[in-house]
Protein backbone atom coordinates (compact mmCIF):
# COMPACT_ATOMS: atom_id res chain seq x y z
CA UNK A 1 0.00 0.00 0.00
CA UNK A 2 1.35 3.28 -1.15
CA UNK A 3 1.51 6.67 0.95
CA UNK A 4 0.26 9.18 -0.58
CA UNK A 5 0.01 12.41 0.52
CA UNK A 6 -1.97 15.48 -0.76
CA UNK A 7 -1.69 18.93 -0.65
CA UNK A 8 -4.26 21.26 -1.26
CA UNK A 9 -5.77 24.19 -0.79
CA UNK A 10 -7.86 23.51 2.21
CA UNK A 11 -8.96 20.14 4.20
CA UNK A 12 -12.09 19.88 2.32
CA UNK A 13 -10.51 19.77 -1.08
CA UNK A 14 -7.86 16.64 0.29
CA UNK A 15 -9.90 14.87 2.20
CA UNK A 16 -12.54 14.96 -0.90
CA UNK A 17 -9.78 13.86 -2.90
CA UNK A 18 -8.83 11.17 -0.94
CA UNK A 19 -12.03 9.51 -0.68
CA UNK A 20 -12.45 10.43 -4.14
CA UNK A 21 -9.28 8.31 -4.94
CA UNK A 22 -9.98 5.28 -2.35
CA UNK A 23 -13.19 4.27 -4.56
CA UNK A 24 -10.79 2.61 -7.06
CA UNK A 25 -7.51 2.24 -4.97
CA UNK A 26 -6.73 1.19 -1.83
CA UNK A 27 -3.84 3.30 -0.56
CA UNK A 28 -3.06 5.49 2.01
CA UNK A 29 -3.67 9.03 1.72
CA UNK A 30 -2.38 11.70 3.91
CA UNK A 31 -3.50 15.58 4.24
CA UNK A 32 -0.53 18.01 4.06
CA UNK A 33 -0.46 20.93 5.96
CA UNK A 34 -3.62 20.80 6.04
CA UNK A 35 -4.20 24.06 8.11
CA UNK A 36 -2.88 25.97 5.21
CA UNK A 37 -5.56 27.71 2.78
CA UNK A 38 -5.66 29.12 -0.63
CA UNK A 39 -3.39 31.71 -1.23
CA UNK A 40 -1.49 30.63 1.99
CA UNK A 41 0.60 27.86 -0.48
CA UNK A 42 1.87 30.86 -2.68
CA UNK A 43 4.35 32.13 -0.02
CA UNK A 44 7.77 31.50 1.48
CA UNK A 45 6.18 29.89 4.75
CA UNK A 46 4.37 27.44 3.08
CA UNK A 47 7.57 26.27 1.38
CA UNK A 48 9.22 26.32 4.48
CA UNK A 49 6.54 24.15 6.53
CA UNK A 50 6.54 21.80 3.16
CA UNK A 51 9.95 21.08 3.40
CA UNK A 52 9.93 20.22 7.59
CA UNK A 53 6.67 18.32 6.55
CA UNK A 54 8.35 16.17 3.63
CA UNK A 55 11.58 15.25 5.86
CA UNK A 56 9.12 14.42 8.89
CA UNK A 57 7.27 11.76 6.60
CA UNK A 58 7.56 9.40 4.01
CA UNK A 59 5.31 9.50 1.47
CA UNK A 60 5.65 7.77 -1.95
CA UNK A 61 4.00 9.92 -3.88
CA UNK A 62 2.68 13.41 -3.66
CA UNK A 63 -0.56 14.71 -5.09
CA UNK A 64 -0.88 18.80 -5.22
CA UNK A 65 -4.33 19.88 -5.42
CA UNK A 66 -5.23 23.44 -6.94
CA UNK A 67 -7.94 25.13 -8.00
CA UNK A 68 -7.17 26.98 -11.08
CA UNK A 69 -10.22 29.58 -10.30
CA UNK A 70 -10.74 29.92 -14.70
CA UNK A 71 -11.06 28.19 -17.51
CA UNK A 72 -8.24 25.61 -19.04
CA UNK A 73 -7.77 27.95 -22.01
CA UNK A 74 -6.97 30.77 -19.55
CA UNK A 75 -3.05 29.98 -20.50
CA UNK A 76 -2.10 32.90 -18.13
CA UNK A 77 -3.79 31.17 -15.06
CA UNK A 78 -2.66 27.76 -15.61
CA UNK A 79 1.29 29.01 -16.20
CA UNK A 80 1.01 30.39 -12.69
CA UNK A 81 -0.08 27.23 -11.44
CA UNK A 82 2.41 25.29 -13.04
CA UNK A 83 5.03 26.88 -12.27
CA UNK A 84 3.75 26.86 -8.41
CA UNK A 85 3.53 23.51 -8.87
CA UNK A 86 7.25 23.05 -10.12
CA UNK A 87 8.74 24.72 -7.64
CA UNK A 88 6.94 23.02 -4.90
CA UNK A 89 7.60 19.30 -6.21
CA UNK A 90 11.60 20.01 -5.88
CA UNK A 91 11.13 19.79 -2.44
CA UNK A 92 10.04 16.13 -2.99
CA UNK A 93 12.57 13.76 -4.47
CA UNK A 94 9.81 11.05 -5.14
CA UNK A 95 7.39 11.58 -7.62
CA UNK A 96 4.83 14.31 -7.48
CA UNK A 97 1.41 14.94 -9.85
CA UNK A 98 -0.73 17.52 -9.89
CA UNK A 99 -4.53 17.79 -10.01
CA UNK A 100 -5.33 21.19 -11.05
CA UNK A 101 -9.27 21.78 -10.92
CA UNK A 102 -10.91 23.71 -13.92
CA UNK A 103 -12.28 26.32 -11.58
CA UNK A 104 -12.80 24.37 -8.12
CA UNK A 105 -13.25 21.04 -6.64
CA UNK A 106 -17.20 21.28 -7.47
CA UNK A 107 -16.82 20.86 -10.93
CA UNK A 108 -15.93 17.24 -10.26
CA UNK A 109 -19.58 16.94 -8.57
CA UNK A 110 -21.31 17.74 -12.35
CA UNK A 111 -18.62 14.93 -13.91
CA UNK A 112 -21.04 12.37 -12.48
CA UNK A 113 -24.41 13.87 -13.32
CA UNK A 114 -26.05 10.77 -12.36
CA UNK A 115 -24.29 10.29 -9.01
CA UNK A 116 -25.26 14.03 -8.30
CA UNK A 117 -29.06 13.67 -8.50
CA UNK A 118 -29.56 10.72 -7.00
CA UNK A 119 -27.55 12.61 -3.65
CA UNK A 120 -29.65 16.15 -4.39
CA UNK A 121 -32.68 14.67 -5.80
CA UNK A 122 -32.11 16.80 -8.98
CA UNK A 123 -32.95 16.20 -12.66
CA UNK A 124 -29.86 17.69 -14.27
CA UNK A 125 -28.08 17.55 -17.15
CA UNK A 126 -24.48 18.96 -17.95
CA UNK A 127 -22.49 17.73 -21.14
CA UNK A 128 -19.26 19.29 -20.16
CA UNK A 129 -18.48 19.90 -16.47
CA UNK A 130 -15.05 22.03 -17.28
CA UNK A 131 -17.61 24.54 -19.06
CA UNK A 132 -19.64 25.80 -16.01
CA UNK A 133 -18.67 28.86 -14.63
CA UNK A 134 -17.83 29.24 -10.44
CA UNK A 135 -19.17 25.45 -9.99
CA UNK A 136 -19.40 25.72 -6.32
CA UNK A 137 -21.86 28.49 -6.92
CA UNK A 138 -24.11 26.87 -9.26
CA UNK A 139 -23.90 23.91 -6.93
CA UNK A 140 -25.02 25.50 -4.02
CA UNK A 141 -27.99 27.79 -6.51
CA UNK A 142 -28.93 23.92 -8.67
CA UNK A 143 -29.21 22.44 -5.02
CA UNK A 144 -31.60 24.92 -3.31
CA UNK A 145 -28.25 25.09 -0.66
CA UNK A 146 -28.32 22.07 -0.06
CA UNK A 147 -24.48 21.37 -1.15
CA UNK A 148 -22.19 22.12 1.76
CA UNK A 149 -18.30 22.78 1.47
CA UNK A 150 -17.47 21.24 4.64
CA UNK A 151 -19.42 17.80 3.99
CA UNK A 152 -17.91 17.78 0.36
CA UNK A 153 -15.78 14.27 0.98
CA UNK A 154 -19.04 12.76 2.25
CA UNK A 155 -20.87 13.80 -0.83
CA UNK A 156 -18.30 12.79 -3.29
CA UNK A 157 -18.42 9.05 -1.92
CA UNK A 158 -21.06 8.46 -3.39
CA UNK A 159 -19.74 9.54 -7.19
CA UNK A 160 -18.58 6.75 -9.28
CA UNK A 161 -15.57 6.51 -9.86
CA UNK A 162 -15.12 5.55 -13.51
CA UNK A 163 -18.29 8.29 -14.01
CA UNK A 164 -15.85 11.44 -12.91
CA UNK A 165 -12.81 9.36 -14.49
CA UNK A 166 -14.36 9.13 -18.12
CA UNK A 167 -15.76 12.62 -17.80
CA UNK A 168 -13.09 14.76 -16.11
CA UNK A 169 -9.85 15.33 -17.65
CA UNK A 170 -7.55 16.57 -15.30
CA UNK A 171 -8.11 13.11 -13.14
CA UNK A 172 -6.72 11.31 -15.66
CA UNK A 173 -2.75 11.83 -14.99
CA UNK A 174 -3.32 10.20 -11.56
CA UNK A 175 -5.70 7.25 -13.00
CA UNK A 176 -2.92 6.40 -15.30
CA UNK A 177 -0.23 6.99 -12.70
CA UNK A 178 -1.97 5.25 -9.46
CA UNK A 179 -3.03 2.11 -11.91
CA UNK A 180 0.33 1.18 -12.72
Do not use: C
Amino acid sequence: MMRVGLIGENPNDTESIANLLSLKYNHQYISVLKRRKGGQLDNAKFTALLEIELRNNNFDLLIFIRDLDGFENEADKVRVREKWFAANKLHFKKDSLFLLNIHALESIFFSDIVSLNKIFNLKLNFSNPLSINNPKKELIRVTSERYKENRAADYISKLDYNAVLKNYKPLKDIDNYLKV
